[in-house]
C-alpha cells in the first residue's frame, strides 16, 4: 500500500471520526479538516458548530493527527443557500444536500486541501467507488438504510478520482462500534440532522427571515375553498402535516395531502387519501443532468430511480437525453414527484448520475 497524504472533513461526528482512524490505522498521514460554513443566527439556540468543533478537535488528538479549521461561509451563502432560496420563492422544493456536496465538500473542501498538499481526500459518507475501465463509479454503499449514493450524483470523475470513502463496506453498528473500542468520545453522538451546515431550527421561522410569506387560500382540485396557507413555500407535494384543515374530512375520513402549488393564484391546493391519483406520477422529466461518467445513459435500457432519498428504487426507462434535460417513464407509478428534488439514476448498485426534477 502507497501511503498518501489524506485530508478528512471532520465535522465531529462519529462516521468521519471513524474515517481518519481507519485511515490512520492503514498508514496514511491523516489531516483532519472542520468546515465552519454558516455564521448567521450561530448561538447556542440552534447551531451546534462550537460543540463539534470541539469533538472534532477531541478525536483529533485522540488518533494523533493534525486539525484545521476552515470557513467556507461565503462559498456556502453564494453556491448553495441562494440557490436554495431561489428554489422556495419559484415553488419548488430543493435539496441542499446535494449542491452541498458537490459545491462545498467536493469542491471548496477538495480545493483547499489540494493546496495542503493532499493527496486525495475522505469523509464519513456512506458510499463506494471503483475504477472500471478507467472511469470512476460511484457504487451505493453496503448499508442500505445509511446509502449517501443519492446526495453524490453530482460528482465528477475529477472529484472521484481523488476521494477516498473508508465507511463504504461498514454498517453504522459497526462504525460505532469501531468508535467506542477506540475510545472516541463522540461514539453514541446522535447523527446531524437538518439543512446542511445549518441544522436543525423552526423551519418556517427560518425561511421566513430570508423570504417574505405570502399567505394565501387552499383549495381542492375540484374548486371548493378548505383553509388558509401561511405562505405556498412552506409545503412541499405530498405533505400530511401542518395543513390546518384536519377536520375537514370526506365520508370515509381520509387525511388531506398537498397535491399542487398555484404560483399565479398563490393557492395550495389538496386533496385526500394517501393514493389519490393527483399524487401520483408515471414520467418525470429532469433537468440540470449531471452524468457520473461522462456520458448519458442508454435510451433502450431498463435503469431504477429514485425520486426522493428514502425512496425505494423505482424500474424506469430514459428518454429524449441530450444536455439539458431528459424524461424518466417508471413501470408503476411514483408518490409525490416533487419539483426541486432531485432524481437519480441507478444501474443496479452503480450510480450514474441524475437531475432536479422539472
Known amino acids: 500500500m502507497t501511503r498518501q497524504r489524506i485530508v478528512v472533513g471532520m465535522s465531529g461526528g462519529v462516521d468521519s471520526?471513524?474515517?481518519?482512524?481507519?485511515?490512520?490505522?492503514?498508514?496514511?498521514?491523516?489531516?483532519?479538516?472542520f468546515m465552519k460554513n454558516w455564521e448567521d443566527d450561530d448561538n447556542e439556540d440552534y447551531c451546534s458548530s462550537r460543540q463539534d468543533l470541539i469533538d472534532a478537535v477531541s478525536v483529533a488528538d485522540r488518533l494523533g493527527i493534525g486539525m484545521e479549521a476552515v470557513n467556507f461561509s461565503i462559498e456556502y451563502k453564494e453556491r448553495v443557500f441562494s440557490e436554495f432560496l431561489n428554489e422556495y420563492k419559484s415553488g419548488r422544493t430543493p435539496n441542499p444536500d446535494v449542491l452541498c456536496n458537490a459545491e462545498i465538500k467536493f469542491r471548496a473542501f477538495l480545493d483547499h486541501a489540494i493546496k495542503l498538499g493532499a493527496d486525495c481526500i475522505a469523509t464519513?459518507?456512506?458510499?463506494?467507488?471503483?475504477?472500471v475501465d478507467g472511469v470512476h463509479q460511484l457504487l451505493k454503499a453496503e448499508d442500505g438504510t445509511k446509502d449517501q449514493s443519492y446526495f453524490l450524483y453530482r460528482l465528477n470523475q475529477g472529484q472521484l478520482a481523488k476521494t477516498i470513502f473508508p465507511l463504504g463496506s461498514l454498517y453504522k453498528r459497526e462504525?460505532?462500534?469501531?468508535?467506542r473500542k477506540a475510545g472516541l468520545s463522540n461514539h453514541d453522538k446522535k447523527d446531524s440532522t437538518g439543512i446542511c451546515f445549518i441544522g436543525e431550527r423552526p423551519f418556517r421561522e427560518f425561511l421566513n427571515r430570508y423570504l417574505p410569506a405570502e399567505p394565501g387560500e387552499i383549495w381542492t382540485l375540484d374548486g371548493h375553498k378548505v383553509g388558509?396557507?401561511?405562505?405556498?413555500?412552506?409545503?412541499?407535494?405530498?405533505?400530511?402535516?401542518g395543513l390546518g384543515i384536519g377536520g375537514q374530512r370526506d365520508s370515509d375520513g381520509e387525511a388531506w395531502y398537498v397535491a399542487a402549488k398555484n404560483m399565479s393564484s398563490n393557492r395550495l391546493l389538496v386533496v385526500q387519501g394517501h393514493d389519490h391519483p393527483a399524487l401520483l406520477k408515471s414520467s418525470?422529466?429532469?433537468?440540470?443532468?449531471?452524468?457520473?461518467?461522462?456520458?448519458?445513459?442508454?435510451?433502450?435500457?431498463?435503469?431504477?430511480?429514485k425520486s426522493r432519498y428514502r425512496q425505494k428504487d423505482a424500474p424506469c426507462t430514459i428518454s429524449h437525453v441530450d444536455s439539458t434535460s431528459c424524461d424518466v417513464q417508471f413501470a408503476?407509478?411514483?408518490?409525490?414527484?416533487?419539483?426541486?428534488q432531485s432524481v437519480v439514476i441507478y444501474e443496479s448498485r452503480v450510480c450514474l448520475g441524475g437531475g432536479i426534477i422539472q
Do not use: D
Not at 408503476?332 to 426541486?340: D, F, K, L, R, S
Open 228 to 241: 388558509k396557507h401561511m405562505g405556498l413555500m412552506f409545503y412541499t407535494l405530498g405533505q400530511r402535516q
Open 284 to 305: 418525470l422529466t429532469s433537468i440540470n443532468l449531471n452524468w457520473i461518467s461522462g456520458a448519458a445513459p442508454h435510451s433502450s435500457w431498463v435503469y431504477c430511480a
Open 17 to 33: 471520526s471513524v474515517a481518519a482512524l481507519l485511515l490512520k490505522e492503514q498508514g496514511h498521514e491523516v489531516i483532519g479538516l
Open 124 to 131: 464519513g459518507h456512506y458510499a463506494q467507488i471503483r475504477t
Open 332 to 340: 408503476e407509478p411514483q408518490w409525490a414527484v416533487t419539483p426541486g
Open 175 to 179: 462504525v460505532r462500534e469501531i468508535a
